[in-house]
């Protein structure tokens, strides 16, 4: 028998969402017992996420259009540092790749360790398996963005984050696309705080994959990454 989760409430947890009705209601509700606050920020989805994701139990912050995944970030990130208490943000994606037991042992680091930011990364051990295509293009994605930020990281497009609010509040992502995934990367580590990564699982399901985490996409990286 399992112990029952402690829920932490100075941690927020932000979901970017965008047409996942059919697993958000799942997502939430594995979190909320880790984590009571959880914000969904709706980017203009048109297949009623966003009342699953309140019904569910989320705040909901609601994109009129379709934004993008880094302009969704930016708007939760703002939400979550106006509540009071919050000393962390979790980001984590809303079609189920995440898990939460990874993002629970993330912010345990954090605190132990005084790190500012905790990354996520699936190649840290070998949990994980992109298969052979997507993860050589992932290490190319790694390789420009440690050539072009300060930070030198074996996971550079990983959604899973956590990020301590004196780190946060010095964001303004102005990317879309995959391209805020390095944006972020060079902001946190201009904010000159302390950083570790952090081993975690991605959980490839033929959903996750028809939702963005194919070959295809990971070749939209780069090209984002090219064209930013």
């Given at each position: ?5 402690t829920?932490?409430p ?5 979901v970017p969402?965008?047409?996942e009705a059919?697993?958000?209601a799942?997502v939430i509700?594995g979190v ?6 959880i914000?969904c920020?709706?980017?203009g989805?048109t297949?009623?996420s966003?009342?699953?994701?309140r019904?569910?139990?989320a ?9 993008g995944q880094?302009?969704?970030l930016?708007t ?9 208490g919050?000393?962390?943000i979790?980001?984590f994606?809303a079609?189920?790749q ?9 912010v345990?680091a ?5 790190a ?14 992109p298969?052979?295509m ?13 050539m ?5 990281l074996?996971?550079?497009h990983n ?8 780190a946060?509040?010095?964001?303004q992502l102005?990317q879309?696309?995959m391209?805020?995934a390095?944006?972020?990367?060079l ?7 302390p950083?570790?990564?952090h ?7 033929d959903y996750?994959?028809s939702?963005?985490?194919?070959v295809?996409?990971s070749?939209?990286i ?7």
């Amino acid at each position: 028998m399992t112990n029952p989760a402690t829920p932490d409430p100075h941690t927020w947890v932000v979901v970017p969402l965008y047409n996942e009705a059919s697993v958000i209601a799942g997502v939430i509700a594995g979190v909320l017992p880790h984590f009571p606050n959880i914000v969904c920020i709706d980017d203009g989805s048109t297949d009623g996420s966003l009342e699953v994701a309140r019904r569910a139990g989320a705040h909901i912050v609601e994109h009129p259009i379709n934004l993008g995944q880094g302009a969704a970030l930016q708007t939760g990130i703002e939400y979550a540092l106006s509540q009071p208490g919050c000393e962390y943000i979790v980001t984590f994606d809303a079609d189920g790749q995440h898990r939460i037991d990874d993002a629970v042992a993330m912010v345990a680091a954090a605190r132990a360790s005084g790190a500012a930011i905790v990354f996520g990364s699936r190649f840290l051990d070998d949990r994980t398996n992109p298969g052979w295509m997507k993860r050589v293009i992932l290490k190319t994605a790694v390789w420009v963005t440690n050539m072009t930020t300060s930070v030198k990281l074996t996971d550079a497009h990983n959604g899973l984050r956590v990020i301590r609010a004196d780190a946060a509040a010095r964001l303004q992502l102005k990317q879309d696309r995959m391209a805020h995934a390095t944006e972020i990367v060079l902001q946190l580590g201009d904010t000159g705080l302390p950083w570790i990564e952090h081993p975690v699982e991605l959980l490839y399901t033929d959903y996750s994959k028809s939702k963005g985490q194919s070959v295809l996409n990971s070749v939209n990286i780069l090209v984002d990454l090219i064209v930013r």
